[in-house]
């Protein structure tokens, strides 16, 4: 865990700040969209496992503990000609236990693509909790809106079919600045800074801001001209490093997610 004091922040987000840290150095998890297996150590650290990897199958093995409709849309996505812009299912798993941990309410998602994360948390919400759940594309929603009645949890799920920005500057321009628990970044990756400071100021003290994708395949270690994505990603790569505002923790689960603790 961190040595620096966390003024403000609730004992449980200390708690699971130095759980992600045991997490991190024992290389739990990994392989959202890495085809090849590999697994290398360097400086002490594990880097990502690929998706098809025996060490991942044992790792999925031994510590998912899925729904059973989570399990369903999660097939009937694996399924679809994008199956691979699902979030990883361990990574779905680690964001809704950090949810459960502070006891999140309202939780905001950038990009929901069949709803499985947005299933995931929907499950661990108390019963007046709420998911906003932003994307521009119904059709993929479609897909997973039937589980989420089925699971009866589809009350809990707001969904919003405009661009993501807008629906951030409607909440705080509604007055709820400060009053989500939980943010997951999951979108156009251009945009990515922008998401993230308006979530920023949506989250109160004490909540996480989760922010997928952050390897984009290893293209943020040189990212080239003509990649916006790789350059957008990198640059907030550097700046959370930098930002005082929150703790942090980036972690090789899935294509690579950070988490940043709003101090």
Request: proline share 5%; charged share 25%.
């Amino acid at each position: 865990g961190s040595e620096m004091p966390l003024p403000s922040v609730p004992k449980e987000v200390a708690v699971g700040t130095a759980m992600l840290g045991v997490a991190f150095a024992a290389g739990v998890l990994a392989g959202k969209r890495r085809p090849q297996a590999t697994y290398t150590r360097r400086e002490g650290c594990a880097f990502p496992i690929g998706r098809n990897s025996p060490l991942r199958r044992y790792i999925l093995d031994h510590s998912l503990r899925e729904h059973p409709i989570l399990k369903k849309l999660r097939l009937l996505t694996a399924d679809h000609p994008h199956g691979r812009m699902m979030v990883s299912c361990e990574e779905a798993q680690l964001m809704a236990n950090l949810a459960k941990l502070i006891k999140a309410k309202k939780v905001i998602e950038i990009g929901v693509f069949t709803g499985y994360n947005a299933l995931s948390m929907a499950l661990l919400l108390p019963d007046d909790g709420r998911v906003i759940a932003c994307d521009i594309n119904e059709d993929y929603a479609k897909i997973g809106r039937p589980l989420w009645k089925e699971a009866g949890v589809e009350h809990k799920i707001d969904l919003r079919i405009k661009p993501a920005i807008q629906t951030l500057d409607e909440l705080l321009a509604n007055g709820e600045a400060e009053t989500f628990d939980f943010a997951f970044i999951d979108a156009d990756k251009e945009s990515y800074n922008e998401y993230y400071e308006k979530c920023f100021h949506l989250i109160k003290k004490g909540g996480i801001i989760a922010i997928d994708n952050v390897f984009w395949n290893g293209k943020v270690l040189k990212p080239r001209k003509d990649d916006l994505a790789a350059q957008s990603i990198h640059r907030l790569n550097e700046k959370l490093l930098r930002d005082a505002r929150v703790n942090i923790s980036m972690l090789p689960v899935g294509d690579g997610v950070t988490l940043a603790f709003k101090l």
